[in-house]
């Protein structure tokens, strides 16, 4: 069964710091790996990963993919109140002409003051 | 990227009644999915929208219960019939422009069955 682990589940941090969001994955026919910032209903796209090594970057949020290892990491830099968010990863699979997701539960972030 | 309108946003039902969720995106896209978002829990795909054919729908998703239409490359609806308490979720409509292009959402159905 394909799976997708999303660590920490919840995190709160002060304004300014920094922030690592960790996402694993054990799943077939692996095509891309996503980040989504969930605020309140609709997931926003962040990052979309398929090649190990290469970092993504946007502002002050960038993401890897180690798809030796099946993982991912999401670093926020500068945290603001704004980021407070649910951050959710998702592995896209190879399925014909369809590319379909598969979610994790997600990392609830809280910034505070 | 392709702007995707839902309605309603909102709703709350009563039991044993059905609901339509309409999803219209400003461009033609190949991909049409519909997401369901368990109070607490992550997204979970319900089935894939075919343009003039019938959705494929994922284990544990019935086209009884969750009927698709998806008449041309801009519109779907998704009805949720016979309602319970525990259909209570976010439905959310989502497009692809092909295969290796990332998901973009709609700004979801918040649901609430009584």
């Known amino acids: 069964e394909d799976k997708v682990v999303q660590s920490p589940l919840s995190l709160v941090v002060h304004e300014g710091d920094t922030v690592t969001l960790n996402c694993s994955y054990e799943v077939t026919n692996f095509r891309s790996l996503l980040w989504y910032k969930q605020e309140k209903k609709a997931p926003t796209f962040l990052f979309m990963l398929?090649?190990?090594?290469i970092e993504k970057k946007s502002g002050r949020l960038s993401s890897i993919l180690d798809k030796k290892e099946l993982f991912s990491i999401l670093n926020i830099t500068a945290t603001q109140t704004g980021d407070s968010a649910i951050y959710l990863c998702a592995v896209g699979l190879n399925t014909g002409t369809a590319s379909k997701l598969t979610f994790g539960t997600g990392t609830r972030l809280q910034v505070t003051l | 990227s392709a702007v995707i309108s839902q309605k309603p946003s909102r709703d709350i039902c009563q039991r044993g009644t059905s609901l339509t969720i309409q999803c219209q995106v400003d461009?033609?896209?190949?991909?049409m999915f519909w997401y369901r978002q368990q109070p607490g829990q992550s997204l979970t795909l319900i089935a894939t929208a075919n343009q003039g054919s019938e959705a494929t729908y994922e284990s544990g998703f019935v086209i009884d219960k969750f009927p698709i239409s998806r008449p041309n490359l801009t519109f779907s609806t998704l009805t949720v019939s016979n309602m319970s308490p525990e259909d209570s979720s976010i439905y959310l409509c989502?497009?692809?422009?092909?295969?290796?292009?990332?998901?973009?959402f709609g700004n979801g159905t918040r649901l609430t069955v009584t």
């Open positions: 461009s033609q896209v190949t991909m």
């Open positions: 398929t090649s190990s090594g």
């Open positions: 989502s497009v692809a422009a092909g295969p290796n292009s990332p998901l973009h």
